[in-house]
Each structure stands twice: as C-alpha cells, then as structure tokens.
T-cell receptor
Framework: AQSVTQLGSHVSVSEGALVLLRCNYS??????LFWYVQYPNQGLQLLLK??????LVKGINGFEAEFKKSETSFHLTKPSAHMSDAAEYFC??????????FGKGTRLSVIA | NAGVTQTPKFQVLKTGQSMTLQCAQD?????MSWYRQDPGMGLRLIHY???????DQGEVPNGYNVSRSTTEDFPLRLLSAAPSQTSVYFC???????????FGQGTRLTVV
C-alpha cells in the first residue's frame, strides 16, 4: 500500500523567500508522484508530476520537485515566493494501478 | 471544455435523509473517483471506478454507494446522512490511474 507524509501542516514564508514543502512517500513499487495546489473554495489542480523520467521535475508557476529514491522524498520548491502562491498544497502517490493517495496537505502563507 | 462537473455546489441535509451527489466528465476518461476533504485530514478516497460497470471501495466507503452505468457519470449516494458525513466532496477523473487527475469544484455538504 502507498502512503504520503507531508511535514508541516502550515508553512509561512516572506514574499521573495524560498518555498520548501516536504513530502515523503511509502510505496512497495516504483511510484508515480504528484503535487496538487488548491486555492480557497476551489478544486485541486496539478502543479507537477514524476513518472520515472527525469528526477527533477518542473511544473507550473515556477515550482519544481526532486525525486530522491534513497530518501523516499519528493519535496516541492520555488526559489522566490509570490503572494499568489498562498494556497494549500497536496502531495499524492499512485502505484500505477491504484487511485491517488494524498497527504494531509500543507497550507502555505506568504507574508508581504 | 467543461472537464469535471459536480452538482450541487452546496447542500444541507437533515440526519437520516438520503441524497445523490452528481459527477460528470466530458473527457472520455475511464477512471473516476470520489474523495472527501476534511480539515487536517487531506483527501480520503471513498469509492472509485476503472470503467463503466466496475466500482471498488476506497479508504472510507461506509455510508456511501456508487454506480457507473456510463463512462461520463459517477454519482455518489448517501444512504442515510449522518453529521460525520459533513465534508467537502470532490469527484476526479483521469485517463489512467497514474496520469493527471482532473477535479471538480467540489460539493460542500452539511448534515444537521
């Protein structure tokens, strides 16, 4: 079975600072990994995904994530936070033949 | 292109009432899922379907029924609503289980 742990339910950064949202996964088979973003009162939209190609994955809005098999991690980063990045972020894992399993989410606040 | 459409957006039920949350997608996706989102719990899988006529249980299926008579529609039925079912419900669809999932805008359900 797959599982996801997101460290930190709430992260606060200053505008222009580095964003780092942590995700560790557990999977008995090579995983497919995803980051989704949810803006207030909206559904989820895909930021980026890892599907066993390049380990460094670039997504929308300047976000990227690095797959590290040895650390079972898929942390999300952005070099410079913008006010519009304030949202909730979810890491998710799939084995390929099971639906997505989500972490509990990390709420990102950006301080002016 | 409408994507994934959920109705209603908001609903208040009394304990013991039944209702159906509607979900339709126009992307010809085989895979559809229902999740519930609760504060601090992330998204938890209720039921999912890998094609018309095929459904399976997720992590939290009790109190919910689903059916998939067409590729486009995947309704979620609450048999006898309970306050514990107060939540935001999301429907999602994808081409494969390891590809991007597209989410509806959610249904906010309150059971009193």
């Amino acid at each position: 079975a797959q599982s996801v742990t997101q460290l930190g339910s709430h992260v606060s950064v200053s505008e222009g600072a580095l964003v780092l949202l942590r995700c560790n996964y557990s999977s008995s088979v090579p995983p497919y990994l995803f980051w989704y973003v949810q803006y207030p009162n909206q559904g989820l939209q895909l930021l980026l995904k890892y599907t066993s190609a390049a380990t460094l994955v670039k997504g929308i809005n300047g976000f990227e994530a690095e797959f590290k098999k040895s650390e079972t991690s898929f942390h999300l980063t952005k070099p410079s936070a913008h006010m519009s990045d304030a949202a909730e972020y979810f890491c998710a894992v799939s084995s390929g033949n099971t639906p997505l399993v989500f972490g509990k989410g990390t709420r990102l606040s950006v301080i002016a | 292109n409408a994507g994934v459409t959920q109705t209603p957006k908001f609903q208040v039920l009394k304990t013991g009432q039944s209702m159906t949350l509607q979900c339709a997608q126009d992307m010809n996706h085989e895979y559809m899922s229902w999740y519930r989102q609760d504060p601090g719990m992330g998204l938890r899988l209720i039921h999912y379907s890998v094609g018309a006529g095929i459904t399976d249980q997720g992590e939290v299926p009790n109190g919910y029924n689903v059916s998939r008579s067409t590729t486009e529609d995947f309704p979620l039925r609450l048999l006898s609503a309970a306050p514990s079912q107060t939540s935001v419900y999301f429907c999602a669809s994808s081409y494969l289980l390891n590809t991007e999932a597209f989410f509806g805008q959610g249904t906010r359900l309150t059971v009193v």
